[in-house]
Protein backbone atom coordinates (compact mmCIF):
# COMPACT_ATOMS: atom_id res chain seq x y z
CA UNK A 1 0.00 0.00 0.00
CA UNK A 2 1.34 3.38 -0.64
CA UNK A 3 1.05 6.52 1.48
CA UNK A 4 -2.43 8.23 -0.16
CA UNK A 5 -3.69 4.52 0.43
CA UNK A 6 -2.45 3.93 3.35
CA UNK A 7 -4.23 7.51 5.01
CA UNK A 8 -7.14 7.12 3.26
CA UNK A 9 -8.01 3.90 4.57
CA UNK A 10 -7.09 5.03 8.43
CA UNK A 11 -9.70 7.52 7.91
CA UNK A 12 -12.16 5.86 6.92
CA UNK A 13 -11.50 2.97 9.62
CA UNK A 14 -11.45 5.58 12.23
CA UNK A 15 -14.68 7.54 11.24
CA UNK A 16 -16.80 4.10 10.73
CA UNK A 17 -15.22 3.42 14.73
CA UNK A 18 -16.88 6.42 16.20
CA UNK A 19 -20.16 7.30 14.06
CA UNK A 20 -22.36 4.59 12.92
CA UNK A 21 -21.52 3.89 9.75
CA UNK A 22 -19.97 0.47 8.66
CA UNK A 23 -16.52 0.37 7.35
CA UNK A 24 -17.79 -2.80 5.48
CA UNK A 25 -18.82 0.31 3.06
CA UNK A 26 -16.11 1.72 3.09
CA UNK A 27 -14.04 -1.29 2.34
CA UNK A 28 -15.76 -1.85 -0.55
CA UNK A 29 -14.67 1.59 -2.09
CA UNK A 30 -11.38 1.05 -1.34
CA UNK A 31 -11.20 -2.25 -3.27
CA UNK A 32 -13.13 -1.67 -6.52
CA UNK A 33 -12.24 1.88 -6.92
CA UNK A 34 -9.31 2.45 -5.37
CA UNK A 35 -7.93 -1.17 -6.12
CA UNK A 36 -6.00 -2.24 -2.61
CA UNK A 37 -6.81 -4.00 0.02
CA UNK A 38 -6.71 -2.82 3.05
CA UNK A 39 -3.80 -4.44 5.52
CA UNK A 40 -5.11 -6.19 8.56
CA UNK A 41 -2.18 -4.85 11.13
CA UNK A 42 -3.84 -1.59 10.42
CA UNK A 43 -6.46 -2.26 12.44
CA UNK A 44 -4.34 -2.53 15.51
CA UNK A 45 -3.12 0.75 15.04
CA UNK A 46 -6.86 2.15 14.15
CA UNK A 47 -7.58 0.76 17.42
CA UNK A 48 -4.81 1.99 19.31
CA UNK A 49 -5.80 5.40 17.98
CA UNK A 50 -9.02 5.23 19.32
CA UNK A 51 -8.22 3.57 22.79
CA UNK A 52 -6.45 6.85 22.93
CA UNK A 53 -8.72 9.38 21.86
CA UNK A 54 -11.98 7.48 24.20
CA UNK A 55 -9.68 7.71 27.25
CA UNK A 56 -8.01 11.28 27.08
CA UNK A 57 -11.08 12.99 25.66
CA UNK A 58 -13.12 11.76 28.14
CA UNK A 59 -10.36 10.86 30.94
CA UNK A 60 -12.09 12.73 34.01
CA UNK A 61 -14.94 10.23 33.15
CA UNK A 62 -12.66 7.58 33.39
CA UNK A 63 -11.00 8.81 36.61
CA UNK A 64 -14.27 9.01 37.93
CA UNK A 65 -15.07 5.16 37.34
CA UNK A 66 -12.10 4.29 38.87
CA UNK A 67 -12.41 5.54 41.89
CA UNK A 68 -15.70 4.16 42.02
CA UNK A 69 -14.38 0.74 41.39
CA UNK A 70 -11.91 1.69 44.20
CA UNK A 71 -14.83 2.00 46.34
CA UNK A 72 -16.96 -0.22 45.86
CA UNK A 73 -14.38 -3.05 45.98
CA UNK A 74 -12.98 -1.42 49.53
CA UNK A 75 -16.35 -0.12 50.77
CA UNK A 76 -19.16 -3.17 49.66
CA UNK A 77 -21.96 -0.82 51.12
CA UNK A 78 -21.63 1.57 49.16
CA UNK A 79 -23.30 -0.49 46.66
CA UNK A 80 -26.46 -0.38 48.38
CA UNK A 81 -28.94 1.55 46.19
CA UNK A 82 -29.60 4.80 48.47
CA UNK A 83 -25.51 4.71 49.03
CA UNK A 84 -24.38 4.01 45.42
CA UNK A 85 -22.76 7.54 43.46
CA UNK A 86 -23.35 8.58 40.02
CA UNK A 87 -19.84 6.84 39.18
CA UNK A 88 -21.44 3.41 40.51
CA UNK A 89 -24.04 3.72 39.05
CA UNK A 90 -22.48 4.19 35.22
CA UNK A 91 -19.66 2.04 36.20
CA UNK A 92 -22.38 -0.91 36.90
CA UNK A 93 -24.51 0.15 33.81
CA UNK A 94 -21.34 0.38 31.76
CA UNK A 95 -19.90 -3.69 32.46
CA UNK A 96 -23.74 -4.81 32.33
CA UNK A 97 -24.01 -3.71 28.81
CA UNK A 98 -20.40 -4.13 27.99
CA UNK A 99 -19.48 -7.11 29.00
CA UNK A 100 -22.58 -9.61 26.97
CA UNK A 101 -21.41 -7.61 24.08
CA UNK A 102 -18.06 -8.43 24.07
CA UNK A 103 -18.54 -12.12 25.11
CA UNK A 104 -21.25 -12.42 22.00
CA UNK A 105 -19.03 -10.44 19.34
CA UNK A 106 -16.38 -12.50 20.19
CA UNK A 107 -18.05 -15.78 20.12
CA UNK A 108 -20.18 -15.02 16.83
CA UNK A 109 -18.92 -12.55 14.78
CA UNK A 110 -15.87 -14.53 13.73
CA UNK A 111 -18.36 -16.98 12.27
CA UNK A 112 -20.48 -14.82 10.31
CA UNK A 113 -17.27 -12.70 8.67
CA UNK A 114 -16.31 -16.27 7.06
CA UNK A 115 -19.44 -17.17 6.18
CA UNK A 116 -19.44 -15.63 2.32
CA UNK A 117 -22.95 -15.69 2.16
CA UNK A 118 -23.62 -13.32 4.65
CA UNK A 119 -21.02 -10.84 3.06
CA UNK A 120 -22.52 -10.79 -0.03
CA UNK A 121 -23.43 -6.42 -2.00
CA UNK A 122 -26.88 -7.41 -1.54
CA UNK A 123 -27.15 -8.44 1.85
CA UNK A 124 -24.93 -5.76 2.92
CA UNK A 125 -27.24 -2.97 1.21
CA UNK A 126 -30.45 -4.25 2.49
CA UNK A 127 -28.93 -4.49 5.97
CA UNK A 128 -28.08 -0.66 5.49
CA UNK A 129 -31.45 0.36 4.95
CA UNK A 130 -32.48 -1.54 7.95
CA UNK A 131 -29.62 0.65 9.89
CA UNK A 132 -31.24 3.93 8.27
CA UNK A 133 -34.53 2.92 9.73
CA UNK A 134 -33.76 1.93 12.93
CA UNK A 135 -31.97 5.38 13.40
CA UNK A 136 -35.06 7.10 11.71
CA UNK A 137 -37.30 4.85 14.30
CA UNK A 138 -34.96 5.41 17.25
CA UNK A 139 -35.26 9.35 16.48
CA UNK A 140 -38.90 9.41 16.06
CA UNK A 141 -39.46 7.07 19.32
CA UNK A 142 -36.90 8.92 21.57
CA UNK A 143 -39.00 11.00 24.23
CA UNK A 144 -35.62 12.87 25.73
CA UNK A 145 -36.83 12.44 29.18
CA UNK A 146 -33.27 11.29 30.37
CA UNK A 147 -30.51 13.14 30.87
CA UNK A 148 -26.73 12.21 32.49
CA UNK A 149 -28.27 11.90 35.95
CA UNK A 150 -31.23 9.72 34.98
CA UNK A 151 -29.45 6.68 34.87
CA UNK A 152 -31.41 3.14 35.27
CA UNK A 153 -29.26 0.02 35.10
CA UNK A 154 -32.83 -1.67 33.29
CA UNK A 155 -32.26 0.28 30.43
CA UNK A 156 -29.22 -1.57 29.99
CA UNK A 157 -31.44 -4.95 28.77
CA UNK A 158 -32.88 -3.10 25.61
CA UNK A 159 -29.34 -2.00 24.73
CA UNK A 160 -28.47 -5.05 25.04
CA UNK A 161 -30.76 -6.88 22.89
CA UNK A 162 -30.65 -4.59 20.00
CA UNK A 163 -26.60 -5.00 20.21
CA UNK A 164 -27.36 -8.97 18.97
CA UNK A 165 -27.29 -7.14 15.40
CA UNK A 166 -23.57 -5.67 15.78
CA UNK A 167 -22.74 -9.07 15.39
CA UNK A 168 -22.99 -8.35 11.55
CA UNK A 169 -20.44 -5.54 10.44
CA UNK A 170 -23.35 -3.93 8.80
CA UNK A 171 -24.21 -2.57 12.47
CA UNK A 172 -21.32 -0.64 14.06
CA UNK A 173 -21.37 -1.01 17.50
CA UNK A 174 -22.03 3.10 17.93
CA UNK A 175 -24.78 2.46 15.16
CA UNK A 176 -26.22 -0.10 18.03
CA UNK A 177 -25.74 1.98 21.05
CA UNK A 178 -27.37 5.26 19.94
CA UNK A 179 -30.07 3.13 19.10
CA UNK A 180 -30.38 1.29 22.39
CA UNK A 181 -30.18 4.71 24.40
CA UNK A 182 -32.33 6.38 22.07
CA UNK A 183 -35.23 4.13 22.53
CA UNK A 184 -34.75 4.08 26.10
CA UNK A 185 -35.43 7.44 25.95
CA UNK A 186 -32.27 9.15 26.76
CA UNK A 187 -31.31 13.09 26.01
CA UNK A 188 -28.75 13.44 23.10
CA UNK A 189 -26.30 14.17 25.10
CA UNK A 190 -26.36 10.91 27.28
CA UNK A 191 -26.39 9.40 23.77
CA UNK A 192 -23.35 10.79 23.16
CA UNK A 193 -21.42 10.79 26.48
CA UNK A 194 -22.56 6.90 27.28
CA UNK A 195 -22.39 5.66 23.60
CA UNK A 196 -18.47 7.44 23.57
CA UNK A 197 -17.89 5.43 26.99
CA UNK A 198 -19.26 2.06 26.04
CA UNK A 199 -17.22 2.34 22.60
CA UNK A 200 -14.37 2.76 24.83
CA UNK A 201 -14.75 -0.39 26.70
CA UNK A 202 -15.32 -2.21 23.35
CA UNK A 203 -12.36 -0.77 21.87
CA UNK A 204 -10.35 -1.48 24.65
CA UNK A 205 -11.16 -4.89 24.47
CA UNK A 206 -10.93 -5.21 20.89
CA UNK A 207 -7.12 -4.00 21.11
CA UNK A 208 -6.18 -6.78 23.61
CA UNK A 209 -7.27 -9.10 21.35
CA UNK A 210 -4.99 -7.67 18.67
CA UNK A 211 -2.07 -7.73 20.79
CA UNK A 212 -2.16 -11.13 21.30
CA UNK A 213 -1.48 -11.82 17.23
CA UNK A 214 -0.19 -8.36 16.01
CA UNK A 215 2.47 -5.66 18.11
CA UNK A 216 3.00 -2.25 17.56
CA UNK A 217 6.52 -2.98 15.80
CA UNK A 218 5.16 -5.36 13.70
CA UNK A 219 2.21 -3.61 12.82
CA UNK A 220 4.45 -0.17 11.75
CA UNK A 221 6.61 -2.84 9.78
CA UNK A 222 3.63 -4.16 7.94
CA UNK A 223 2.55 -0.81 6.85
CA UNK A 224 5.62 0.73 6.60
CA UNK A 225 6.89 3.04 9.44
CA UNK A 226 6.48 6.44 7.33
CA UNK A 227 3.10 5.27 6.50
CA UNK A 228 2.22 3.89 9.85
CA UNK A 229 3.44 7.41 11.49
CA UNK A 230 1.46 9.35 8.92
CA UNK A 231 -1.49 7.43 9.37
CA UNK A 232 -1.38 7.60 13.52
CA UNK A 233 -1.04 11.92 13.64
CA UNK A 234 -3.95 11.55 10.58
CA UNK A 235 -6.42 9.29 12.35
CA UNK A 236 -5.92 11.52 15.49
CA UNK A 237 -6.06 14.84 14.48
CA UNK A 238 -9.80 13.75 12.88
CA UNK A 239 -10.72 11.24 15.38
CA UNK A 240 -10.02 14.03 17.90
CA UNK A 241 -11.71 16.82 15.62
CA UNK A 242 -14.80 14.81 15.06
CA UNK A 243 -15.21 14.16 18.76
CA UNK A 244 -14.36 17.33 20.43
CA UNK A 245 -15.52 19.69 18.05
CA UNK A 246 -18.76 18.07 15.63
CA UNK A 247 -19.73 15.05 16.90
CA UNK A 248 -21.83 16.06 20.06
CA UNK A 249 -22.93 19.16 18.39
CA UNK A 250 -24.15 17.40 15.20
CA UNK A 251 -25.70 14.42 17.16
CA UNK A 252 -28.09 17.08 19.28
CA UNK A 253 -29.13 19.61 16.27
CA UNK A 254 -29.39 16.62 13.37
CA UNK A 255 -30.95 13.99 15.40
CA UNK A 256 -29.41 11.45 13.53
CA UNK A 257 -30.26 12.62 9.88
CA UNK A 258 -27.19 12.94 8.31
CA UNK A 259 -26.20 9.39 9.80
CA UNK A 260 -29.60 7.89 8.39
CA UNK A 261 -28.71 9.17 4.97
CA UNK A 262 -25.27 7.68 5.21
CA UNK A 263 -26.65 4.48 6.01
CA UNK A 264 -29.00 5.31 2.91
CA UNK A 265 -26.48 5.89 0.66
CA UNK A 266 -24.59 3.07 1.83
CA UNK A 267 -27.12 1.11 0.58
CA UNK A 268 -27.48 1.91 -2.92
CA UNK A 269 -23.56 1.95 -3.27
CA UNK A 270 -23.70 -1.84 -2.13
CA UNK A 271 -26.48 -2.62 -4.61
CA UNK A 272 -24.05 -0.74 -7.64
CA UNK A 273 -21.30 -2.89 -6.21
CA UNK A 274 -23.20 -5.70 -6.53
CA UNK A 275 -24.28 -5.11 -10.23
CA UNK A 276 -20.64 -3.52 -11.20
CA UNK A 277 -18.88 -6.84 -9.63
CA UNK A 278 -21.42 -8.74 -11.78
Given amino acids: ?36 KAKPELDYLVTLILCIVFFAYFRFDWLGLFSALIRTLTQPTSLKKENRTLDQEVLIFLSAISVPVAILRSFVSPMISENESLQSPLLFGGLFFIAAGLLRFSYRWN ?16 IILISILSIHPAFPLP ?70 ENLQKTLGENTFKSYQWFNIFAALGSFAFHFLKG
Fill in 1 to 36: MTTFQVIIDSILRVISGIIPFSYEWANQIAEHFLQF
Fill in 143 to 158: KRIKGLNHLRTLDSVP
Fill in 175 to 244: LVFWVGLAITNYHYEAVFKYSMLLMGVQTLVHFFHLTGNVGFAMAMDAVGRLNGVAALVVMFSIAWWMIM
